[in-house]
């Protein structure tokens, strides 16, 4: 089993990827993967150099 770790504060430098949980009209938001046939929550891998931010919007 995998171990999940909260943070209240992280080095910017240390995160490489975001993932967005959000709520719509009191339903969770989900998207379809382009690549499997799989429901998942938002997110995606940082580029080299992106903001975290810019990263969390794509």
């Not at 504060?9 to 046939?37: G, S």
Request: with cysteine; net charge positive; glycine share 6%.
């Amino acid at each position: 089993m995998t171990e999940v770790k909260f943070y209240d504060n992280m080095d910017d430098e240390l995160l490489k990827f975001a993932v967005i949980i959000t709520k719509a009209k009191n339903k969770y938001v989900f998207c379809k993967h382009k690549d499997r046939n799989t429901w998942e929550i938002p997110g995606g891998y940082r580029e080299q150099g992106e903001n975290i931010m810019d990263t969390a919007r794509r």
